[in-house]
Nanobody, 116 residues
Framework: QVQLAESGGGLVQPGGSLRLSCVAS????????MGWYRQAPGKQRELVAT???????NDAPSVKGRFTISRDNAKKAVYLQMNSLKPEDTAVYYC??????????WGKGTLVTVSS
């Protein structure tokens, strides 16, 4: 069974930091792209950042310079280091793994709340 196990969400004050982790239990050799999306209350899910197995990243303009995505291919894991968090970063963050057409998976989400 395919699973994406996310961890690291929580409550943090503005300006603080959090690190999200996601490990994939996928019985395939290579996951082409892994990443993070988020959905704030009343809004559509949006891209935060993605990274390919070759290390090519794609970051949303709103997080550039504050968030850093990385991955460990051997562990099938992806991480999101979030610094200088703002209240508008509050959302449920979802891990995503894309291996091939028809092989895209989502985690259940982890809540990040930025509030004083």
């Amino acid at each position: 069974q395919v699973q994406l196990a996310e961890s690291g969400g929580g409550l943090v004050q503005p300006g603080g930091s959090l690190r999200l982790s996601c490990v994939a239990s996928l019985e395939i050799f290579v996951i082409y792209r892994m990443g993070w999306y988020r959905q704030a209350p009343g809004k559509q899910r949006e891209l935060v950042a993605t990274i390919t197995d070759g290390g090519i990243t794609n970051d949303a303009p709103s997080v550039k310079g504050r968030f850093t995505i990385s991955r460990d291919n051997a562990k099938k894991a992806v991480y999101l280091q979030m610094n200088s968090l703002k209240p508008e970063d509050t959302a449920v963050y979802y891990c995503n793994a894309y291996a091939a057409i028809g092989m895209e998976y989502w985690g259940k989400g982890t809540l990040v709340t930025v509030s004083s």
